[in-house]
């Protein structure tokens, strides 16, 4: 009787750890952790100051305007470039420019450079009439004296003071087409951001 008892229990103890291994049902240690995450995107904001680059009137063929105004970064995220897309009229006083097929802003001499005293080139140089159909980048200037050189782009909190000047061209011809004909300039600053970056941390 002993001996078939304790055959009897081993072969429970036998069924029950298969029953057990076949329902894949075991005791183990285990831990869990959350973690809280967060994407905020970042902004990116240009001004001008003033907003009002330049206003002049009693223009004459000869004369120079000289002005400043300010590009600032006043977002979080750094700026690449900043492009300057030129759009404008023409008020022509007599009517008489489209029989003449010329063009005020053809006569208008823009230069645009940074106001740093060792600056050696300019960001553009052109006429009103050509920068409508241009795209300068006015960071993108890096030509220094000695081996200062100087990123193109704004970063975060930084600012460039630029420098225009307009000149109403003299090509020593009769220019009284011109007489009492105003334009209208429309400078609109885009501000493009730098390329995406991978983050490994």
Do not use: C
């Amino acid at each position: 009787m002993g001996f078939a008892k304790n055959a009897s229990k081993g072969f429970i103890m036998a069924a029950l750890g298969f029953s057990l291994i076949g329902g894949g049902t075991y005791a183990y240690f285990s831990d869990s952790v959350n973690t809280q995450n967060t994407f905020a995107s970042g902004t990116l904001d240009l001004s001008v100051d003033p907003e009002a680059v330049v206003n002049a009137d009693n223009l004459k063929p000869g004369d120079e305007i000289k002005r400043e105004f300010t590009l600032a970064n006043d977002g979080t995220l750094d700026i690449s470039k900043v492009l300057l897309d030129t759009d404008y009229s023409v008020i022509d006083a007599k009517l008489n420019g489209a029989a003449n097929q010329d063009d005020l802003a053809k006569h208008i001499k823009v230069t645009i450079m940074y106001n740093q005293a060792n600056a050696t080139s300019p960001v553009i140089e052109t006429t009103l009439y050509e920068l409508k159909s241009q795209k300068p980048d006015l960071t993108a200037i890096d030509d220094y004296v000695g081996n200062d050189t100087r990123p193109d782009g704004l970063k975060p909190g930084e600012k460039e003071k630029i420098i225009a000047l307009f000149e109403f061209v003299d090509n020593g011809q009769d220019q009284n087409e011109f007489q009492g004909d105003s334009l209208k300039v429309n400078w609109k600053f885009n501000a493009e951001q730098m390329a995406g970056s991978l983050d490994s941390k």
